[in-house]
């Protein structure tokens, strides 16, 4: 019975002890949501996906998404677009203001329009090998999508229309992949949640290089991976609950927040997402809210 106590704070002295500031970047709190626009609570937020002008928030333990106004003066709820019986959780916008979410239960990626209407769902065509697909994660860019397919190990490239286009086939070396981001050059990079690594292959490379590694000595388990305007990564830690950043060249960069209850703090975090004017949104998810900052470029 003692270790039941005792583990937890281990955990969270782990977390305060290793939550040294950023060097790559310092982060300004800009707020902190807890509700939606009728005051209905949060529960358990997974997925989050922004814009120059919103963000939409996958609130998993609610089965809906709720959009928030995200301006450089004022962040406030929106709308609210249920999903019932879902398990929502990585969440991406198009440049039409569609909204693409994983479903966990279906195994499926749902397609609403900007105002919360079902689209239907991707339905991936014309896809070689095994027609069973369990996507794990997914990113759009371009107008392209690129599915993170665990089934199979490879990443999926498919155009607006659901059809095929490539396929990379995942490093034999890595472990498992929880998550992926695109650079603002194209280039692909998968996170190695269990060996903590990031591999990438550039626009049009036909291979995954491991780009960096050892990441397990600043933090405990990443799931999640977003990269800003300039290209440096910043990997969500879940069971660390906190922040860690990666160079360009694939360096440390430093490391923030830690376990808690405070703004600034985290609690088991999951998807984040960075938009052009440099606002950083992070699904808090056992603290039931989404906080805001904004990346301070020197």
């Not at 002890?17 to 005051?39: E, I, M």
């Not at 709720?66 to 450089?72: D, E, M, P, Q």
């Not at 896809?127 to 190990?153: C, E, H, M, W």
Request: net charge neutral; charged share 20%.
């Amino acid at each position: 019975m003692r270790q039941l106590y005792i583990y937890p704070v281990v955990v969270l002295l782990l977390g305060i002890l290793s939550a040294a500031p950023l060097q790559a970047a310092k982060l300004k709190h800009r707020g902190t949501l807890y509700s939606d626009n009728t005051a209905q609570a949060l529960k358990a937020p997974e997925g989050v996906a922004c814009d120059a002008e919103s963000f939409v928030v996958a609130d998993t333990g609610n089965s809906r998404l709720v959009r928030y106004r995200l301006s450089a003066q004022s962040l406030a709820p929106e709308a609210v677009y249920p999903v019932p019986g879902s398990n929502l959780l990585v969440t991406q916008l198009d440049n039409h203001g569609n909204i693409y979410v994983l479903d966990g239960k279906s195994r499926k990626i749902l397609i609403l329009d900007a105002k919360g209407q079902s689209k239907g769902k991707l339905e991936p065509k014309g896809v070689p090998g095994s027609k069973t697909i369990i996507p794990r994660s997914f990113r759009l860019f371009a107008g392209q999508i690129y599915l993170l397919d665990i089934f199979s190990n490879r990443l999926l490239e498919l155009d607006s229309n659901d059809k095929f286009q490539r396929q990379l086939a995942f490093p034999e070396d890595a472990e498992f992949f929880s998550d992926l981001t695109i650079g603002p050059q194209g280039t692909i990079y998968l996170l190695d949640s269990v060996a903590g690594a990031i591999y990438r292959a550039a626009a049009g490379a036909d291979s995954f290089s491991l780009f960096s590694s050892g990441l397990k000595e600043y933090l405990n388990f990443p799931t999640n991976l977003a990269t800003d305007k300039n290209g440096e990564l910043y990997l969500s830690d879940q069971y660390g609950s906190g922040l860690v950043a990666i160079s360009r060249d694939g360096s440390f960069q430093g490391r923030k927040f830690g376990m808690g209850w405070e703004d600034g703090q985290l609690y088991y975090p999951s998807q984040l997402c960075i938009n052009e004017q440099n606002n950083l949104v992070i699904a808090d998810r056992s603290n039931n809210r989404v906080q805001v900052f904004k990346i301070l470029e020197d």
